[in-house]
């Protein structure tokens, strides 16, 4: 090689090495800041002590609504503003009872709660005897004579083995979301079932049913792993022991609901998104700070902390706080249905909706020549604990705007203790800690600012 081909490449080199140093420069800067302030810890506590209650089609909803469109406004960004879509409206009512009346040992009352979308029992209740089952093949081989006017109890619990959490959610959830319709299908009269957690606690952890389309809709409660624990052994002891069941909570139809959008306008490519977001909605038990205040105030603080230290991305950085997560997606089907509509071209998106505990890097979805880039990126990260990157990433809300090519991701965090808070009472802001939110925003900030720049 020629003198003059070495000393290309050696600046070729220098340039690399010198833009890696200030990428790095700036990485820290966003850590320092996003760990110096408290801006965006307060606003998780405004949301989760002042908008408590916020499943979609609520007024704690549009509050929350209102609360982050207002704090994204005073920050001074370049749009902040509303999608409107309809969502199903579910009201709890009064509180929900469970009392197990045993001739051999008396009355218990369990700690239940209703899960999301069920019709209540009437004033009155329902009342029968309670059959266990584990599956829905238990249910078949039981058949109508022995299920028929039954309340059946689902007690499978979350396998404890397994490392990954959301893995053993994934394979108990079936109990909640379909366990009503499958043993209506038997002519249950009502389902309880045990409270999807890892943990042994005297919270119901609740979540959404799905009722299958000609088949009777029948109540169905969640009951703490505690006293789900307390009934199969009150049954073992006494088989004919009977439950009355009481909820009132009702399905009311629709109402209209809104994502919040706000936006930092790219500097090269105004007409390219990325989206960094979390859902709004959150189970009524709890305050919704894991699941998933920290989210949405992740996302907002993302585009405080580029305006603060004069970030300006080539790309539209959106903040989006969807709706309707929990109960029918709606929010996410709306903002990727208004992405075609609006020919907007999708770069990438991010959802933290993996609860606001220690982050220990990202999952992406991309091809496997941007995956390749993506997973260099790695070693910026290492000094901040965060050297977990892989392949597979996405969020409920983002995910149909895989359709249009959307590279999309997800921060990774210890999995650990989700199941702890989700869905239950336990999840409010006090189980929230300001550095791990904080390392989580600063992660997700330095990321979009990496993969503006390089054009991953
Ligand atoms: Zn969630």
Request: charged share 25%; aromatic share 8%.
């Amino acid at each position: 090689m020629k003198k003059s081909g070495i000393i290309l490449i050696l600046l070729f080199t220098s340039i690399i090495l010198f833009s890696q140093d200030q990428d790095s420069v700036l990485i820290k800067r966003i850590f320092d800041e996003a760990l110096s302030s408290r801006i965006a810890y307060e606003n998780l506590r405004y949301m989760c002590k002042n908008t408590k209650g916020r499943i979609s089609g609520t007024i704690q909803a549009e509050a929350a609504v209102e609360f982050t469109r207002q704090i994204m406004f005073e920050m001074g960004l370049d749009t902040v503003f509303l999608q409107e879509l309809m969502v199903k409206r579910w009201v709890r009512g009064d509180r929900e009872t469970a009392t197990v009346r045993s001739g051999l040992s008396g009355d218990h009352e369990l700690t239940i709660s209703g899960l999301g979308t069920s019709v209540g029992t009437g004033k009155e209740g329902i009342t029968g005897k309670v059959v266990e089952v584990k599956t829905f093949e238990d249910l078949e081989k039981l058949g109508n004579e022995n299920v028929s006017g039954r309340i059946i109890f689902f007690n499978r619990p979350m396998d404890p083995a397994l490392y990954n959490t959301f893995h053993s959610y994934g394979k108990a959830a079936d109990q909640r979301t379909r366990g009503a319709s499958e043993a209506a299908k038997y002519g249950a009269s009502g389902v309880i079932v045990r409270s999807l957690t890892t943990s042994l606690d005297d919270f119901p952890h609740t979540g959404v049913l799905y009722y299958e389309n000609g088949i009777p809709e029948i109540p169905a409660v969640c009951v703490s792993t505690v006293d789900a624990d307390l009934l199969s052994s009150l049954l073992k002891e006494d088989p004919d022991l009977k439950l009355n069941l009481v909820s009132n909570c009702m399905n009311m139809g629709e109402v209209p609901s809104f994502n919040v959008v706000g936006e930092l306008r790219g500097s090269v490519h105004p007409e390219q998104f990325i989206t960094v977001g979390g859902h709004l909605d959150a189970w009524d038990t709890g305050e919704g700070a894991h699941d998933d205040g920290i989210g949405c105030i992740q996302a907002i603080e993302v585009l405080r902390l580029f305006k603060v230290l004069g970030i300006q991305p080539k790309r539209t950085v959106r903040a989006v706080m969807f709706m309707d997560e929990e109960i029918a997606q709606r929010g996410g089907l709306k903002y990727a249905e208004l992405a075609v509509r609006n020919n907007e071209n999708h770069y990438a998106a991010v959802e933290s909706d993996g609860g606001g505990m220690t982050p220990r890097g990202f999952g992406f979805s991309a091809t496997d020549k941007r995956l390749e880039s993506l997973l260099d990126l790695k070693t910026y990260f290492e000094p901040y604990g965060m050297n977990q990157f892989s392949s597979g990433g996405g969020g409920v809300d983002i995910g149909p705007l895989q359709q249009s090519g959307t590279l999309l991701i997800s921060p990774e965090t210890d999995m650990q203790r989700y199941f702890d808070y989700h869905h239950s009472p336990n999840d409010t802001f006090e189980q929230v800690n300001i550095r791990e939110l904080q390392l989580g925003s600063a992660g997700i900030a330095a990321l979009v600012y990496l993969l503006d720049k390089y054009d991953l």
